[in-house]
């Protein structure tokens, strides 16, 4: 069996009054990330750890930010576009491990929804999708609020 691991990381600014989409769901949130996209950091991550995991570059060389086809484009859209492109080379997620990071809303209410969301396109079950967060104790771009940020690591595998 040949194994391969990838990471990502992905990281936007929150603004005010933006909607905040995180985990293929819209969040119940006074800000928002803000991007070229969606900005939905934790799917972005993901995908930066699938393509990682095959050394197929990043969600931006793929997904280009200067292309207007992408301007507001569920993530969700992306992620099964890169799965596809996993797939496509014979391999399959095994699992995944995601930290977010923001100190603001709580995210265990919504995990249920977004294992909902995300499982499908990846064919997984929701026991092979980790979703977790934490805070940075007030320190920093995410202490103020000013950021969210997602990693995301992946096993991938080829019989």
């Known amino acids: 069996m040949d194994l391969r691991v ?12 933006h909607p905040f989409w995180l985990g293929g769901i819209r969040l119940e949130h006074h800000s928002g990330a803000f991007g070229h996209s969606d ?3 934790l799917i972005h991550a993901l995908c930066d750890a699938l393509l990682g995991a ?5 969600i931006g060389a793929h997904f280009p930010d ?6 507001g484009i569920d993530s969700k859209i992306l992620l099964k576009e890169v799965y596809l492109l996993i797939l496509g080379r014979g391999y399959k997620l095994i699992n995944a491990d995601c930290t977010l990071l ?3 809303p709580k ?8 294992k909902d969301a995300l499982c499908p396109i990846l064919g997984i079950a929701h026991d092979a999708l980790s979703i977790k ?3 940075n104790e007030g320190l920093g771009y995410v202490g103020r609020e ?3 940020c997602a990693h995301a690591t992946v096993l991938i595998f080829r019989e």
């Open 6 to 17: 990838g990471h990502g990381i992905d990281i936007h600014r929150l603004e005010a009054g």
């Open 39 to 41: 900005a939905d950091v």
């Open 54 to 58: 095959l050394a197929l570059g990043d």
């Open 66 to 71: 200067t292309d207007a086809k992408y301007k």
């Open 102 to 104: 923001l100190e603001k």
């Open 107 to 114: 995210i265990k209410p919504y995990l249920p929804q977004m």
């Open 133 to 135: 967060a934490t805070t």
């Open 146 to 148: 000013d950021g969210v």
